[in-house]
């Protein structure tokens, strides 16, 4: 394979054996000035991560050496060591998607038999198409489950024998999800004393800056209301908001018209996301202030409880569901429906 093409997508196979072809040991990766320029690319990579996250801009250095394309290689496993030596969930899961969203850009601009070629690596059925390509549908139910928009509904696509017919960039926004799940899934990395002595300075300055994020955005407990009066469609949403979770666009609407009609701030709600890996605060801001009216003619409703379910996100009633059709009325029955004797309730899904 084209050296280049491995430094532009370094989670291929052949870049683990374009680097032991050339020798390098880990102690020399860690130590030797001749690799300070990895080493610093590698920082460089974890730092836009947890900056910029999916908005992190694509700078493609120049390839044309050998000395180039090698350092570009070597970038990735430093930056794999780094993020491993940190072990922080948040910093994993944000810098596993802005490598990915970096690999659907490269992607864009490659052929088709390599795009075919880099999706049997991450274990994906594609196959070329007529005017696109051909996904089995098992592999699209599994890397587009936390896409809940209806045109993302194996229901809404065109199948034929097992295969979703899919165009050029929809195979590619759906690469992106199974890169991402797949550096997710190999770290954090284990890493010996020697890595962690190596990273060391890097380590506390990613720590510094990942603690000050966490400070400025953190999810906040919602003071003004009552998290145990939430239903479970919104309580499951909260918990996975704040277990450092990427939501899918209808949950994150859902939550923001649902703290908004019961009291929330745009402020405090805008805080409630700061532990999405994907959080940006300019994005964040507008469209909540999109959905509450503020900078709209229109203050959205929340989805009524048949519209959770067909977005995908009711996680399934408890006994007080039974008797509603929407979220909010759950949100103002709690107490009264707790304080009649034949209340009972199943425990939801564990504390947000």
Request: proline share 7%.
């Amino acid at each position: 394979m084209d050296p280049r093409r491995l430094a532009r997508f370094p989670y291929l196979r052949d870049a683990s054996g374009f680097l032991r072809d050339r020798g390098i040991t880990l102690s020399d990766l860690l130590r030797e000035d001749a690799y300070g320029r990895a080493r610093f690319r590698g920082f460089e990579r974890v730092l836009l991560a947890l900056e910029k996250g999916d908005k992190a801009p694509l700078e493609e250095p120049p390839l044309h050496a050998d000395v180039e394309v090698l350092t570009e290689v070597l970038a990735y496993p430093v930056a794999r060591m780094l993020v491993s030596a940190i072990a922080d969930p948040y910093l994993i899961r944000r810098y596993a998607l802005t490598e990915a969203v970096w690999g659907q850009m490269r992607l864009s601009i490659e052929d088709a038999s390599f795009i075919v070629s880099l999706a049997g690596e991450l274990g994906l059925d594609l196959r070329p198409g007529e005017g696109g390509f051909r996904l089995h549908f098992t592999d699209f139910l599994r890397h587009t489950s936390t896409m809940r928009e209806k045109d993302w509904k194996l229901i809404n696509q065109p199948l034929e024998d097992g295969y979703v017919r899919l165009p050029r960039e929809r195979v590619l926004r759906v690469l992106r999800n199974a890169i991402q799940r797949k550096i997710e899934s190999e770290l954090p990395l284990p890493v010996n004393d020697d890595v962690l002595e190596a990273f060391r300075r890097d380590a506390q300055h990613v720590k510094a800056l990942l603690a000050n994020r966490k400070e400025r955005f953190k999810a906040e407990e919602l003071g003004k209301v009552s998290i145990t009066r939430f239903p479970p469609c919104m309580y499951n949403l909260l918990a996975s908001i704040q277990n450092h979770e990427n939501v899918p666009h209808t949950g994150r609407f859902a939550i923001v018209t649902f703290l908004h009609h019961i009291g929330l701030s745009n402020e405090e709600i805008f805080k409630v996301f700061g532990d999405v890996p994907d959080f940006a605060v300019d994005v964040t801001r507008y469209q909540i202030e999109h959905i509450t009216g503020t900078t709209s003619a229109t203050e959205y409703s929340t989805p009524e409880c048949a519209t959770m379910k067909s977005y995908g996100i009711c996680p399934g009633p408890d006994a007080l569901c039974l008797t509603i059709r929407h979220p909010l009325s759950y949100y103002r029955k709690k107490p009264r429906w707790l304080s009649s004797a034949a209340a009972t309730s199943r425990p939801l899904a564990g504390p947000p």
